[in-house]
């Protein structure tokens, strides 16, 4: 992976490119919110009719008690690993490439995380009744048995949460303070207040990069913690298929892989429509898309290990969900799944003239809905299949639980598009600062290298 | 006057007005600085750069993690539930939640003594310029003696393209 930085344009016009989309609006932007916000609004629709008339018009119902909705929740946490988990690594290993290309990536946590952590509630069925969850001692004599995953899952999501909010935050007060000094009337007020006085002295620089190196440490762990976490809400539970100690780290590895892929749509799409392309290069596409290529190939790894253990163990209960997926019921979404991680990735991101940004938008756009495939692939099969046959069950998904999953694609898509409207999508200071880079981080010129590079 | 300073658009000039001012008597702790991005190619960006973040990060690692086990612990014991024959204090589940606690501790330490450190808050204090965020760097000096203005705006006027303001 290359650690070059391309070439930028002067930092005046950085910020001039940069913050034309907060002082400017095309009536694009109102239509693509309005369209945006009426399927958010029939999404919440369906929500509330569910709640009014009952669970029972989704299709969840026994054995199959997970269906889209715990789906999505791994979906978009799995999603979530995208930004602070990709930004934290490149900055720790001080890519230069990695400038424009962070925010974006940290914005999609934010609200991956805030999505998915709205299924459990969701798929709660009395939402009012969340609080139960929480670990608080309480008259009714319940308290949170800390055994759980449900409860790891609490703290694991909130951790990683709070975590990324502030991973996104921190880094946006400089830039608050740029739009602050360019702003008037109540928004200069409220982007003075988000600057928290932000001034621009030596110790607020090197505080902020020292926390924000620290936050860098610190968020990897959590977010690799995350979804482990998630995956034991599965591997714990004595289910066929189910109960196996590779989920972790193929949960991990399926989480990065999908994170990877909403990233390069969401840039490809924010260089686009924003028009950065002179920020948003080739070079980003093609790292990541070398980056997606690894996953791929990781995920490839996992499945095999899965599959070949399960098949030579030779339980009955597991081959018969291992023989639904393969050749059975769920076999034409299994090989979809197969074909979208593994062989489109494969093919466009291993052969170079392929890795164009249309080359990545078009495998990305396959893995993330190979991913989505193969996570309803890890729930429904077996949950309706389990060991003994009184438990067997088919789940097929309800218009309430269609349009509501239609609806937080849709919520995702929104909430960026505010983001980009209101704060600068791309750095600032850490695109201008890349034109003072500290005279002791460039190394001298190499024969591969012959002006030099830049490592700041 | 309760502040004069210089607006550089070059960092070797802003260098300059500091050790200028500088050599006219100011201590380092008088100077203000103020810059639009981090200049780790100046000398004046490293003054008062020592920091005791990573200690408090740990301390708030150490606080969280305590916390978490304290929580679990009495939890437990106090409703001692019987999970598919676990320990009643079972210490494999439990490191899940002391390991997010230990980390979430150490981020809000992070936050904590970046905000009290670096000065952060709702109002804006000492010497500041708008066009600080358009490229310009700031070096002067608040509430100066009436005694020195004249030498400190012709420590901060001499070096190239200096825009001098007193307030």
């Given at each position: ?11 005046e ?10 002082l ?23 929500w ?16 199959v ?8 929740f ?29 925010r ?11 999505i ?12 009012w ?13 319940i ?32 830039d ?15 982007y ?18 020292t ?5 860098a ?13 998630v ?11 189910w ?29 686009r429509?924003l ?10 596409f093609?790292?990541?898309?070398k ?8 995920w ?26 393969q ?16 062989v489109?990735?494969l ?18 756009i ?13 729930i429904v ?7 003994l ?17 239609v609806?937080?694609?849709?919520a ?35 024969a ?5 590079e830049?490592?700041? | ?6 607006l ?9 007005a ?22 780790e ?35 437990e ?16 589940p ?17 936050i ?6 670096a ?11 708008p ?20 030498a400190?705006e ?10 001098v303001?007193?307030?």
């Amino acid at each position: 992976m290359s650690t070059s930085s391309p070439a930028l344009p002067a930092s005046e016009q950085v910020r001039s490119d940069l913050l034309r989309p907060l002082l400017q609006t095309s009536w694009k932007f109102y239509v693509l919110v309005a369209f945006l916000g009426a399927i958010v609004v029939a999404a919440l629709a369906a929500w509330v009719t569910q709640m009014t008339l009952g669970f029972g018009i989704s299709g969840i119902r026994w054995p199959v008690y997970w269906g889209f909705y715990v789906t999505n929740f791994v979906f978009w946490i799995g999603i979530s690993h995208a930004g602070t988990l990709i930004s934290a690594i490149l900055r720790l290993v001080n890519a230069g490439w990695r400038r424009p290309v962070t925010r974006c990536a940290e914005v999609i946590t934010a609200f991956a995380l805030i999505i998915g952590a709205m299924f459990p509630l969701i798929h709660l069925g009395r939402p009012w009744l969340a609080f139960w969850l929480f670990p608080y001692p309480s008259e009714r004599m319940i308290w949170p048995n800390f055994r759980s995953p449900l409860v790891w899952d609490f703290f694991a999501i909130n951790t990683y949460l709070t975590g990324s909010l502030l991973f996104l935050f921190l880094p946006m007060l400089p830039d608050f303070a740029i739009v602050r000094d360019r702003a008037t009337g109540m928004r200069r007020r409220i982007y003075g207040v988000l600057a928290l006085g932000w001034r621009g002295t030596p110790t607020q620089w090197h505080r902020l990069e020292t926390a924000m190196q620290i936050m860098a440490v610190a968020i990897i762990p959590v977010a690799v913690s995350v979804h482990t976490i998630v995956s034991f809400d599965f591997s714990m539970a004595p289910v066929p298929m189910w109960q196996t100690t590779i989920f972790g780290p193929y949960f991990v590895a399926g989480a990065i892989f999908s994170g990877i892929a909403g990233l390069i749509i969401a840039m490809a799409i924010l260089r686009r429509v924003l028009h950065l392309e002179r920020y948003l290069h080739p070079v980003h596409f093609q790292n990541l898309g070398k980056l997606m290529l690894v996953m791929a190939l990781l995920w490839g790894y996992f499945v095999f290990n899965e599959r070949l253990v399960t098949y030579y163990g030779n339980g009955a209960s597991e081959m018969q969900v291992f023989w639904r997926t393969q050749r059975l019921t769920f076999a034409p979404l299994y090989w979809t799944m197969v074909v979208c991680n593994f062989v489109l990735p494969l093919v466009i991101m291993g052969i170079s003239r392929f890795r164009t940004i249309t080359g990545c938008v078009i495998a990305s756009i396959g893995v993330v809905i190979g991913m989505w495939l193969e996570r309803f692939l890890i729930i429904v099969p077996s949950l309706g299949h389990k060991y003994l046959p009184y438990s067997f069950g088919t789940y097929s998904p309800q218009p309430v639980e269609i349009v509501i999953t239609v609806g937080t694609f849709a919520a995702m898509t929104l909430l960026y598009v505010l983001f980009a409207k209101f704060v600068p999508i791309i750095s600032i200071w850490e695109l201008t600062a890349v034109q003072h880079p500290s005279p002791a981080l460039i190394p001298p010129a190499t024969a591969e290298h012959p002006l030099g590079e830049t490592h700041a | 006057m309760k502040a004069i300073y210089g607006l550089y658009t070059h960092g070797a000039s802003a260098q300059s007005a500091v050790d200028r001012l500088r050599a006219a008597g100011v201590a380092d702790k008088d100077i203000t600085v103020l810059s639009p991005e981090p200049r780790e190619d100046l000398a004046l960006s490293h003054m008062h750069s020592r920091t005791y973040m990573w200690h408090f990060a740990c301390l708030g690692g150490v606080i969280g993690f305590s916390a978490a086990t304290a929580l679990a612990y009495i939890s437990e014991t106090s409703w001692p539930l019987n999970v598919g024959g676990l320990p009643v204090v079972a210490w494999w589940p439990n490191l899940i939640i002391m390991f997010e606690l230990t980390m979430l501790g150490a981020i809000v330490a992070t936050i904590i003594t970046l905000i009290v450190s670096a000065g952060l808050g709702v109002t804006r204090r000492g010497i500041y310029d708008p066009e600080v965020t358009s490229g310009s760097i700031l070096v002067g000096v608040e509430n100066p003696p009436d005694s020195s203005v004249d030498a400190f705006e012709q420590a901060l006027s001499a070096p190239p393209g200096a825009r001098v303001k007193k307030i």
